[in-house]
């Protein structure tokens, strides 16, 4: 079983979404973070990354709630990683089972859509609002493992793929191997020094049938 995040994993929009953040507070006149800062808190739900850029900004009360009061009209841009498709594809056809574990607040079948991704490969598509528990918490992984006890999948052949800190976290933590990707949020000097082996780190998503038997 292949677990993986989504923003930053298959979806290469984390630098845009960032700059799209700061322009935003800039144009509310609110005092914005570095995009580092911001960078480093990557992977946790919305709201619990701007309840600590508020304090990191001293922002007051009515600040926040300005920002989260200005409703942008425009469409998310979705921009899935080169040959993602191609790699879901194939690893379907191989058997594998799939599954997306997000800290995303809205659904992800019709984002995955827009990827050029048919959503009926994944036995499992969990975001924030399907599970009552968010990453780093390792409980985010409780219906893929009993899934996969279903499946006859032991806990040791479930992999999970991400971007960030938070994503090596919960895996660790649910006794679950990790995958790190760096073209996300997270560098490959980050991941080796909280301990995440360096031939467990690639540098794009379509990099990790080097470590998958496909046979």
Known sequence: MVLFDFDGTLDNSTRSTINYIIAKMKRLHLHPPSHDFIRRLWGKPYKDVMSEVRWHCHWSEEGLQKYFDDISPVEEKISPFPGIDNLIFTLYEKGIVLGIISNRGDSLSSIIERCNINPSYFAVIQNLKGCDFHKPDPRVFEK????????????????????????????????????????????????????????????????????????
């Open 144 to 215: 893929a493992i009993e899934l996969g006890n279903i499946l006859e999948i032991k806990k040791e052949q479930i992999l999970y793929v991400g971007d960030t800190l938070i994503d090596y976290e919960a895996s660790m933590k649910a006794g679950i191997r990790f995958v790190g990707i760096t073209s996300g949020a997270t560098t490959k000097e980050e991941f080796i020094k909280t301990g995440l082996f360096q031939e467990y780190i690639f540098n794009s998503p379509g990099e990790i049938t080097s470590i998958l038997n496909l046979n």
